[in-house]
C-alpha cells in the first residue's frame, strides 16, 4: 500500500508534490475516491467539496510548474470541521438549525489555508455546535470509528479525527472546547493538539464557549500537526482574544523532538488525572510511555494540581453559560433553518421559538437551558461567578506545576472508544470523558494527544502532554520524541494495526 | 385623544405642591466615528438598508467584534467633559434578550465596569440659575438595528403585517448617560430635565463626537421619574418613559407623569414600575412592557473581547485636547460683550452665538451684530422658516455692512436694503451699494432743492414751524427723505430745513 497516496503523512506527500513525483489534482483525487470508497461506512464528511478542492489543485499544479514560491503544504489537501465558516460552502455546525447555509465569508484560518493553496476537500461531521465526545450528536447522523465501525470516534470532532484515520485526509482541522481535539485523537489513534487559547484565531469558529474554544490541527502525525498548526496559527486582528506575538518554532521542535534525547526534561504526571475511573489497558500504555520517556533522558515526577477535581463542574457551568448567549443568534430571522408556528399568529418571537424547538437537539437545549439558568439573576455569583473562581484556582495548579516540570502528561481520555448509545442516556458518563482534558481548556494551556498503543480490547489510547502557555513548542518536541520512541517499538505507526476498512465500489 | 382620554390627571402646579418629583435620566448619544463599534462597516446616515453591514454586525455565526478605538476615545471625551473618573481598566459585558433589530439577540454593552463614573454636568436654567446633575456613569455600548413595521394603520407594530429589519444601525457605537436621582428641583423638574439634555447635546458638538441631532436619534433620552411625598421621604416607584425625542417633549413628558402619577398616589393607588412610551402627537404617555418582573438580561462579562484600560497618558492627552465646553465659553463670551443676561440667553436661544462671535471677529462691534442677527436677520429666518445659520448671509457680510453704516455712507434706513440685496444674492455689501445707487445723498445742492419743493406743497406746516412749533417739520423732513428715496442724511436734512424756513 505504500504508493498509495492516501497512506502518506502530509509532510511525505508535500515532499512528493515539492519533487514533483506527484501533482496535488493526483493527491486530491486519491483522497477524494478514498471518501468515495469508505466514507459510505465512516460518516466522516457533511459535505465532500469536490469541484472546489480540485480547481485548487490545479491552481497549484499550474502555479508550481511556473515556478512559484509555495507554501510548504500546498497542494497537500486538507478537511475541516463544520463548525469553521467556509465561503460559498455549506456550514451546519452539525445543526439542523443551520442547515442549507452558505457562508459569505471565510475563517481567518480559512484563508490562510486557501492562501496557502491546500485544496479543501470537504467539511467533516461533529456533535451539533461541538457539544458532545461521541459525535452521536450530530444532526446528520454518527460518524463510525475506523478501529471499530460501531464505536464512537470521539467528539465532538469525531469526523475530523475518523477523516484522518481512514485515510481520508491527511490533515484535518479540528476544534477543542473541552477535548474535542483531543479525546477523539485518543479513541482514533490520531494525534490532535489544542493549542494556547489565543494561538489560532477564532474569527469564524462558530462559537460554543468563546473562552475555551481553539482550532487545531488533527494528524496522523506530531510533524505534521505542526506544519498545519504554523500555518494556521499567529496573531489576527479580528479576534481581540488572539496572541499578538509570533509562535515559537513548532516544525523545529518537533524535527529537534523526533532525535530523541529528552535529557534534561522534567516531564510531571498529574496525580489527579489517573487511578479510579482510568480503564485498566490506558492505564498500563500510560505506564510503558513513562518508562519511554524516562528511557529517553527525561526526568518523571508526580506532580498534584488539587483543584483539578472541580475543573468539569466549573466547566459545565462557564461552557453552558457562554454557549446559551452564543447560540441566541440561530433565531431563523437573518439565516438558517426558519421555521413558522404550526397555528396562531406568525409573530417574531413565535418564530423565534418554533425555529429554535424545531432546529436545536436535545444536548444544545440542555446545555442552553443549564447556562441560561446559570446566568439568571440570583444565581449568577453561585453559579459562574464561583466556576470563574475554580478556574483561577485551577490556573494556579498549573502554575504551580510547570514550576516543577517542563510539561505535565496524562491519559488523554480514561476509556477507549465506546459502543454506539452507550452513554447517550447517561450526560453525567459522556462528560467524565473530558475529565482529563477540560483543565487544560479552563487554563488557556496548549495540549496534544498521540496515539501511545492499543488497550486491551485492541482498541487505540492516547496520551496527552500539556505545556505551559504559549510554550506549544514543547508538545511537538515531547510528542516527536515519545512518537519516534513508540513506533520503534511497534515497527511502524499504530494505525497499520487497524483493520482495512472495506471498499465499498 | 381616544384610548387616553380616561387617565385622570392632577393639575401640575397642585401636584408639585403636594409631591416632590425626582428624575433621572438615560441619554444615548450616537458617535460619530467612520465605522462601528465593533466593526469596520461605515456609518453613513441614509444609506440603503442592510448595505452598511459586515459578518459582525449581522452577527453571522462566527464573527467576533473588535473594539473601536475612536469609539473609546469619544467616550473618554464625553467622560472627562462630564467631570468623570475614567476607569483604568473595565470590560463588555453582553446583555442578553431576544428582538430582531439585535442580530446577536445580545447587546454588547458595559455593566458593572463603565468607562467612565462619577461625574457632574452643571447646567444653566432659563434664568442663569445653575444646576448641579449629579452623573452616575457613561458607558459604551453598540445600537441596534432599526424595525419598520408595514401594513396597520399606525406603523406600530400592533396590526402590521409584517416588518423589515434595516441593520445599518445595528453596531453604531453609543455612549449611554446615566444620571444619579436628580433631587431638589421641585416644580423645575421638567425645566432641569429639558436643560440638562440640551446641555448633554451641546457639549458633544462641542467635542465633535457626534452630530447630535435630535430629529436623527443622534441623541435620544429615556426620562424615570418617581414622586414621593416630601423631599424627606424614601423614593417612590419610578416610571422610565422612553421615545423622549425633542427637548420640548422632554419637559414635557415630565410635566405629564408628574400629573398622572400624581393623580394615581391621590387616589390610593400605587404606581407600576413600567416603561411607557411618550407620544408626540397626543403628549400623553403609555404603558409599554411592565418592568416588574425585572427583565433578566443575564449579563456577563464578554469573553469575545478582551478589558479595555486607557493608559492615564493617553487620558491626559485626550483632556489636554478637549475644547472649551459651551457654558465656560458662553459665559467667557458673555464677559467680554458685556451683554445682559436675558440678552445673552436670548442668542444662545436663537442659535445665533457662533454667528455673533464671527461676525465679532470680523470687525463689528458686539451691541451691533447682536442687533443685526437679533433683529432684522431673527426676523428673516423666522419668516422664511429657515434656521438663522443657514439664511445666505455671512458674517463677514454682516460685519462689512455695520462698517458701512459706521462710516456715514449709509444709515440705517439704506443698510435694511442693502441687506435685502446681500439676502436677493446680490454680492457683498459693498457691491450692493454700489450696485443699486444706495450711499446716503451729501450734496447740499440736491437735498435743498427737494427741500425747496416740499416746503412750497406744505405751506401751512412752514408756517407752524415759523411760530416757533416744530412739532410738525417731521412732515417737511420725511418728504425730503421720500423725495431722495431715503438716501439723504436725515440729520443733515433737518439743519438745512430749519435753516432755509429759519
Redesign the interface.
Known amino acids: 500500500m505504500t504508493n498509495d497516496l492516501t497512506r502518506l503523512s502530509a509532510a511525505d506527500l508535500a515532499a512528493h508534490l515539492v519533487s514533483g513525483e506527484v501533482s496535488s489534482v493526483e493527491a486530491t483525487q486519491a483522497h477524494l475516491d478514498r471518501i468515495g470508497d469508505v466514507d459510505t461506512a465512516v460518516h466522516a464528511f457533511l459535505h465532500v467539496s469536490t469541484e472546489d478542492a480540485l480547481a485548487t489543485a490545479r491552481d497549484i499544479d499550474s502555479r508550481r510548474a511556473a515556478g512559484e514560491d509555495l507554501h510548504p503544504l500546498a497542494g497537500v489537501p486538507i478537511a475541516v470541521k463544520d463548525v ?2 467556509t465561503k460559498g460552502l455549506p ?1 451546519t ?1 452539525g445543526s439542523k438549525i ?1 442547515e442549507g ?1 452558505i ?3 471565510d ?1 481567518t484560518l480559512v484563508e490562510r489555508i486557501r492562501a496557502a493553496g491546500l485544496p479543501i476537500l470537504g467539511k467533516t461531521n461533529m456533535d451539533e455546535f461541538a457539544m458532545g465526545s461521541s459525535t452521536e450528536h450530530s444532526a446528520y447522523g454518527n460518524t463510525h470509528n475506523p478501529w471499530d465501525l460501531d464505536r464512537i470516534p470521539g467528539g465532538s470532532g469525531g469526523g475530523s479525527a475518523a477523516a484522518v484515520a481512514a485515510y481520508e485526509a491527511p490533515l484535518a482541522i479540528g476544534t477543542d472546547t473541552g477535548g474535542s481535539i483531543r479525546q477523539p485523537g485518543a479513541v482514533t489513534g490520531t494525534v490532535g493538539v489544542k493549542p494556547t487559547y489565543g494561538g489560532v484565531s ?6 460554543m ?3 475555551l474554544d481553539q482550532a487545531g490541527p488533527v494528524t496522523r502525525t506530531v510533524l505534521d500537526s505542526a506544519l498545519l498548526h504554523e500555518l494556521i496559527g499567529g496573531h489576527d ?5 488572539s496572541i499578538n506575538e509570533d509562535l515559537p518554532l513548532l516544525v523545529d521542535a518537533a524535527r529537534q523532538g523526533a532525535i530523541g534525547d529528552l535529557r534534561g526534561l522534567r516531564v510531571g504526571v498529574v496525580s489527579e488525572l489517573s487511578g479510579e475511573g482510568y480503564q485498566e489497558g490506558v492505564s498500563a500504555r500510560f505506564a510503558e510511555s513513562l518508562d519511554l520517556l524516562r528511557s529517553l533522558g527525561a526526568e518523571i515526577i508526580e506532580v498534584s494540581c488539587p483543584h483539578f477535581k472541580y475543573a468539569l463542574g466549573a466547566y459545565y457551568l462557564i461552557m453552558p ?2 454557549a ?2 452564543n447560540l ?4 431563523g ?3 438558517g433553518l426558519r421555521v413558522e408556528p404550526e397555528d396562531g399568529p406568525v409573530t ?2 413565535r418564530v ?1 421559538s418554533a425555529t429554535r424547538g424545531q432546529g436545536f437537539g436535545d444536548e444544545v437545549k440542555r446545555r442552553i437551558i443549564l447556562g ?1 439558568y446559570a ?3 440570583g444565581y ?1 455569583d453561585a453559579y ?1 461567578g464561583s466556576a470563574q473562581k475554580v478556574r483561577t484556582l485551577i490556573q494556579r495548579d498549573f502554575d504551580a506545576a510547570f514550576a516543577q516540570a517542563d510539561v505535565l502528561v496524562s491519559p488523554t481520555a480514561p476509556t477507549t472508544a465506546f459502543k454506539f448509545g452507550e452513554k447517550l442516556d447517561d450526560p453525567l458518563a459522556m462528560y467524565l470523558n473530558d475529565v482529563a482534558t477540560i483543565p487544560a481548556n479552563l487554563a488557556g494551556v496548549p495540549g496534544m494527544s498521540l496515539p501511545n498503543g492499543l488497550s486491551d480490547d485492541g482498541l487505540p489510547v492516547g496520551f496527552q502532554i500539556l505545556a505551559p502557555a504559549k510554550a506549544d513548542d514543547r508538545l511537538y518536541r515531547v510528542g516527536a520524541a515519545l512518537e519516534a520512541a513508540l513506533e520503534n517499538t511497534w515497527g511502524g505507526p499504530l494505525l497499520a494495526k487497524a483493520p482495512e476498512l472495506e471498499v465499498a465500489r | 385623544m381616544s384610548a387616553h382620554a380616561t387617565v385622570d390627571l392632577v393639575d401640575y402646579d397642585e401636584a408639585v405642591r403636594r409631591y416632590d418629583p425626582v428624575i433621572g435620566i438615560e441619554v444615548h448619544v450616537e458617535l460619530g466615528t467612520k465605522t462601528k463599534m465593533f466593526c469596520a462597516a461605515e456609518v453613513e446616515f441614509g444609506g440603503e438598508p442592510n448595505t452598511q453591514v459586515t ?1 459582525v454586525s ?10 473601536n478605538g475612536k469609539a473609546v476615545e469619544y467616550a473618554i471625551k464625553i467622560g472627562l467633559a462630564l467631570n468623570c473618573q475614567i476607569a483604568e481598566s473595565c470590560r463588555f459585558a ?1 446583555k ?1 434578550y ?3 433589530d439585535v ?4 447587546q454588547t454593552s458595559q455593566y458593572d465596569e463603565p468607562i467612565a463614573f462619577d461625574g457632574y454636568l452643571d447646567v444653566e436654567l432659563e434664568d442663569g440659575t445653575i444646576f448641579r446633575v449629579d452623573i452616575e456613569r457613561a458607558h459604551m455600548e453598540e445600537d441596534a438595528g432599526k424595525n419598520t413595521h408595514v401594513g396597520g394603520a399606525t406603523g406600530r407594530i400592533h396590526g402590521a403585517e409584517y ?1 423589515l ?1 434595516d441593520y445599518n444601525r445595528a453596531g453604531i457605537p453609543l455612549v449611554e448617560i446615566v444620571t444619579r436621582p436628580i433631587t431638589g428641583a421641585g416644580e423645575r423638574a421638567p425645566e432641569v430635565a429639558r436643560a440638562y439634555v440640551q446641555t448633554l447635546r451641546d457639549i458633544f458638538r462641542a467635542l465633535d463626537v457626534s452630530e447630535a441631532r435630535m430629529e436623527r436619534g443622534n441623541v435620544r433620552a429615556d426620562v424615570n421619574l418617581s414622586l414621593r411625598a416630601t423631599p424627606e421621604s424614601p423614593l417612590g416607584t419610578r416610571t422610565e418613559t422612553k421615545n423622549v425625542n425633542s427637548f420640548r417633549s422632554i419637559e414635557r413628558a415630565v410635566r405629564y407623569e408628574v400629573s398622572r402619577q400624581a393623580a394615581v398616589l391621590d387616589e390610593g393607588g400605587t404606581v407600576i414600575q413600567e416603561t411607557r412610551h411618550w407620544h408626540e402627537d397626543t403628549s400623553v404617555t403609555t404603558a409599554g412592557r411592565v418592568k416588574s418582573d ?1 427583565e ?1 438580561y ?3 462579562p464578554e ?4 478589558p479595555v484600560a486607557p493608559s492615564r497618558d493617553w487620558v491626559e492627552q485626550i483632556r489636554a485636547t478637549l475644547p472649551e465646553l459651551p457654558v465656560a465659553r458662553r459665559n467667557r463670551l458673555q464677559g467680554e460683550w458685556g451683554y445682559a443676561d436675558a440678552e445673552m440667553r436670548d442668542v444662545v436661544n436663537a442659535g445665533a452665538l457662533d454667528l455673533i462671535e464671527a461676525t465679532v471677529a470680523a470687525g463689528a462691534s458686539p451691541a451691533a451684530a447682536r442687533k443685526w442677527w437679533m433683529g432684522e436677520l431673527a426676523r428673516y429666518a423666522k419668516t422664511s422658516d429657515t434656521e438663522i445659520a443657514e439664511i445666505a448671509v455671512t458674517p463677514a457680510q454682516i460685519a462689512q455692512l455695520q462698517a458701512l453704516v459706521d462710516s456715514g455712507r449709509i444709515n440705517d434706513k439704506l443698510a435694511r436694503q442693502v441687506l435685502e440685496g446681500v439676502l436677493a444674492g446680490e454680492g457683498d455689501p459693498e457691491a450692493v451699494v454700489v450696485a443699486r445707487g444706495l450711499e446716503v445723498v451729501s450734496d447740499d445742492g440736491a437735498l435743498l432743492e427737494a427741500i425747496d419743493a416740499a416746503l412750497a406743497a406744505q405751506p401751512d406746516i412752514v408756517e407752524k414751524v415759523r411760530s416757533g412749533n416744530m412739532g410738525p417739520i417731521g412732515a417737511i423732513i420725511g418728504a425730503v427723505m421720500k423725495a431722495t428715496k431715503g438716501q439723504a442724511d436725515a440729520g443733515r436734512v433737518r439743519e438745512l430745513v430749519i435753516e432755509r424756513i429759519g
Open positions: 469553521v465558516v456550514t455546525a443551520l447555509w457562508p459569505p465569508y475563517a477564532r474569527y469564524g469558529l462558530i462559537a464557549a468563546s473562552s486582528p479580528r479576534d481581540s482574544t453559560s457562554e446559551s448567549s441566541a443568534k440561530f433565531d430571522m437573518r439565516f417574531a418571537e423565534m441560561t446566568l439568571s439573576a449568577y459562574y | 459578518p449581522l452577527g453571522l455565526p462566527g464573527a467576533l467584534p473588535v473594539v453582553r442578553n431576544f428582538y430582531p442580530p446577536k439577540n445580545f416588518s429589519v425585572a433578566d443575564r449579563y456577563f469573553p469575545d473581547l478582551v
